[in-house]
């Protein structure tokens, strides 16, 4: 004699409450990044960079808009592993301008990342590469 199956109250739960899951999975993908309209530009003096002192002036901006306030970090890093990288103190200088002051402890190729936060709360990341720093 076969006993005939209760359906589980929760499967017919979950068929229901399927297409709400779906509606919220959308709705709260995330977007676009929104700092990727964030213009980040840097000139470097000594240029062309050498080993020792460097001092990076970055310019912020988005839309033509200068980025002010920003929280900044610079951390140089040698393009192969075994480098222990050189971190860089960040100063605001006015109007979407930063200066960074960092030491090219080697000659070789070198990656600078700039993190970021900005004053509305979004953050960033940019790698700006390095190649060609000489050895004096």
């Not at 309209?37 to 912020?60: I, N, R, Y």
């Amino acid at each position: 004699m076969r006993v005939p199956r209760k359906r589980s109250p929760s499967r017919g739960v979950l068929l229901r409450a399927a297409p709400l899951a779906l509606l919220l999975a959308v709705a709260c993908a995330p977007s676009a990044d929104a700092s990727a309209k964030v213009q980040c530009s840097l000139q470097l003096s000594p240029s062309p960079a050498h080993v020792g002192p460097a001092l990076a002036e970055l310019t912020l901006s988005e839309d033509g808009r200068p980025l002010e306030q920003a929280s900044l970090t610079v951390q140089g890093n040698m393009n192969h592993a075994g480098m222990v990288p050189s971190q860089a103190r960040v100063t605001e200088l006015g109007a979407g301008h930063y200066k960074a002051e960092f030491e090219f402890t080697m000659g070789g190729d070198w990656i600078l990342i700039v993190d970021g936060k900005l004053a509305d709360g979004r953050s960033f990341e940019r790698t700006l590469p390095m190649p060609g720093v000489a050895s004096k």
